[in-house]
């Protein structure tokens, strides 16, 4: 079974930097679709970015240009780095993997596999 953990949160002031990592076990050769999540207090979980195995990427709107998805194939990792951090940023973020390996959806239901957060905080 696949398993997701994530690492690299922490607190930072707007306009900074931080680099969040998934490492995953359990793939089956070439791996899935994986993707970063975030939820607020009081809000909906939202998809953050996702890339395939194919290398198709897809963004939220409002992280367009300061987040970037990459994955390391050999390495098993997914990192989600993310720049000119904004207090609406602030929120739980998880890695998640779907079962499959094509597609762009950033849509909860379509992963199966999920990490237990890691906290990002920016402080304005």
């Known amino acids: 079974e696949m398993h997701v953990a994530e690492s690299g949160g922490g607190s930072v002031q707007a306009g900074g930097s931080l680099r969040l990592s998934c490492a995953a076990s359990g793939y089956i050769d070439g791996g899935y679709r994986m993707a970063w999540f975030r939820q607020a207090p009081g809000k909906r979980r939202e998809g953050v970015a996702t890339i395939n195995t194919y290398d198709t990427t897809r963004y939220l709107d409002s992280v367009k240009g300061r987040f970037s998805i990459s994955k390391d194939n050999a390495k098993n990792t997914l990192d989600l780095q993310m720049n000119s951090l904004k207090p609406e940023d602030t929120a739980m973020y998880y890695c998640?993997?779907?079962?499959?390996?094509?597609?762009?959806?950033?849509?909860?239901?379509?992963?199966?596999?999920w990490g237990q957060g890691t906290q990002v905080t920016v402080s304005s």
């Open positions: 998640a993997s779907a079962s499959i390996r094509s597609g762009d959806s950033l849509r909860d239901v379509d992963y199966k596999y």
